[in-house]
T-cell receptor
Framework: GNSVTQMEGPVTLSEEAFLTINCTYTATGYPSLFWYVQYPGEGLQLLLKATKADDKGSNKGFEATYRKETTSFHLEKGSVQVSDSAVYFCALSDGGGGFKTIFGAGTRLFVKA | ETGVTQSPTHLIKTRGQQVTLRCSSQSGHNTVSWYQQALGQGPQFIFQYYREEENGRGNFPPRFSGLQFPNYSSELNVNALELDDSALYLC????????????????FGEGSRLTVL
């Protein structure tokens, strides 16, 4: 069945450091890929998405590229801020309407001033 | 535009009891999905409803059941509660369904935190 594996946390960085959170997936067919973020005390929200191979999703300085050959969707940001401290979830869906979206275990990011 | 709202936000039950959680979907959304998020884990898919019918189900026993109403709001019912059911229950709404295609991003409520004693 479909699955998502992401790097374990927590990840602790200083402000302005470079961020990478690794995500790999297993799926039949051609899933859509997502990164969701959960800020402290808030609900999950979509950060970015990509729907086909080689697509790059981007938002708020974060980027991720859909790599079919390596089945990966790594999240990157060139310069993190304290406000980026949150839990990040990689996810995939292989149907319309967000059908049966599968989430990774989440990676907690702490950014120090 | 009204977002996804869930109720109650917190509740405590004892083993063997039954619970009903409620969700109002975002305006314009016709699909509702329910997830269970244990502490420190990612959300686990329970089931999805589209036009009042179950549209897909994860690896959860039949004592987890749901409903979707004509206004697209939804309920999650859990019977015979067990200690391991303690978790944050998330509702998410989206547009379309599996046949409609599209990227299918989910819009989440803040969840109902259930504690089973």
């Amino acid at each position: 069945g479909n699955s998502v594996t992401q790097m374990e946390g927590p990840v602790t960085l200083s402000e302005e450091a470079f961020l990478t959170i690794n995500c790999t997936y297993t799926a039949t067919g051609y899933p859509s890929l997502f990164w969701y973020v959960q800020y402290p005390g808030e609900g999950l929200q979509l950060l970015l998405k990509a729907t086909k191979a080689d697509d790059k999703g981007s938002n708020k300085g974060f980027e991720a590229t859909y790599r079919k050959e390596t089945t990966s969707f790594h999240l990157e940001k060139g310069s993190v801020q304290v406000s980026d401290s949150a839990v990040y979830f990689c996810a995939l869906s292989d149907g319309g309407g967000g059908f049966k979206t599968i989430f990774g275990a989440g990676t907690r990011l702490f950014v120090k001033a | 535009e009204t977002g996804v709202t869930q109720s109650p936000t917190h509740l405590i039950k004892t083993r063997g009891q039954q619970v009903t959680l409620r969700c109002s979907s975002q305006s314009g959304h016709n699909t509702v999905s329910w997830y269970q998020q244990a502490l420190g884990q990612g959300p686990q898919f329970i089931f999805q409803y589209y036009r009042e019918e179950e549209n897909g189900r994860g690896n959860f026993p039949p004592r987890f059941s749901g409903l979707q109403f004509p206004n697209y709001s939804s309920e999650l019912n859990v019977n015979a509660l067990e200690l391991d059911d303690s978790a944050l229950y998330l509702c998410a709404s989206s547009r379309g369904n599996i046949l409609a295609g599209g990227p299918g991003e989910l819009f989440f409520g803040e969840g109902s935190r259930l504690t089973v004693l």
